[in-house]
């Protein structure tokens, strides 16, 4: 069966250090990687989408590769600040499929 | 901010009970998805919406139901609710030019008694 798995429920780590968090798949061949942001109680915010084609993504301290190879993906956050708390959540989608499938998410708390 | 509205913001009822969830997309946006989030459980995508029709079904159970107006909006009706449908329930749009981009609303906080 398909699953999404992301590396561990949490993720502890000083200020200015940086964060990186796993999602691996199986069983899946997605066309895009997506990773949201998702603060309690609040919905996900999108953050950043890359194509099976694509190997890295940036986006200001965030950055994403992709190895469909491995069938894995990396999140990075460099430079993390307090205010990058929260719970990431990587998100597949099939080609042709309109539907994300979600892991379970890794919740990072950065130090001050 | 996302654009994404939904109403109410909490819902208590009983179980047994219906009710009915609320969503406008943001403006320009067709598609519209319903996702429910509980602890055990996860973020699960439960269907999507196209300028009206039905375009994907995940693992939407028989009680729940939804639709998609003219105007967008779209409905979550749920029905003979359980103990285990209490959830975070989110709507999510996403643009003609970025379909695989979700704008997600802030969610409807479900719980049944």
């Known amino acids: 069966s398909q699953k999404i798995e992301q590396n561990s429920e949490a993720l502890n780590i000083q200020e200015g250090k940086t964060a990186t968090l796993t999602c691996n798949y199986t069983?899946?061949?997605?066309?895009?990687l997506q990773w949201y942001r998702q603060d309690p109680g609040r919905g996900p915010v999108f953050l950043l989408l890359?194509?099976?084609?694509?190997k890295e993504k940036r986006k200001e301290r965030l950055k994403v590769t992709f190895d469909t190879t491995l069938k894995q993906s990396l999140f990075h956050i460099t430079a993390s600040q307090p205010a990058d708390s929260a719970t990431y959540l990587c998100?597949?989608?099939?080609?042709?499929?309109?539907?994300?499938?979600f892991g379970a998410g890794t919740t990072v708390t950065v130090r001050a | 901010d996302s654009g994404v509205t939904q109403t109410p913001k909490h819902l208590i009822t009983a179980t047994g009970q219906r009710v009915t969830l609320r969503c406008s997309p943001r403006?320009?946006?067709?598609?519209v998805y319903w996702y429910q989030q509980s602890l055990d459980q996860g973020l699960q995508f439960l269907i999507q919406?196209?300028?009206?029709?039905?375009?994907a079904k995940g693992n939407i159970l028989e009680r729940f139901s939804a639709q998609q107006f003219p105007d967008l909006h779209s409905e979550l009706n749920l029905s003979s609710l359980e103990l285990g449908d209490s959830a975070l329930y989110f709507c999510?749009?996403?643009?003609?030019?970025?379909?695989?981009?979700?704008?997600f609303g802030p969610g409807t906080r479900l719980t049944v008694l």
């Open positions: 999510a749009s996403s643009p003609r030019g970025s379909p695989d981009t979700q704008y």
């Open positions: 069983n899946y061949s997605p066309a895009y």
């Open positions: 890359i194509r099976e084609n694509e």
């Open positions: 998100a597949l989608e099939a080609p042709n499929d309109y539907k994300l499938s």
């Open positions: 403006s320009g946006d067709l598609s």
């Open positions: 919406y196209y300028n009206g029709e039905e375009r």
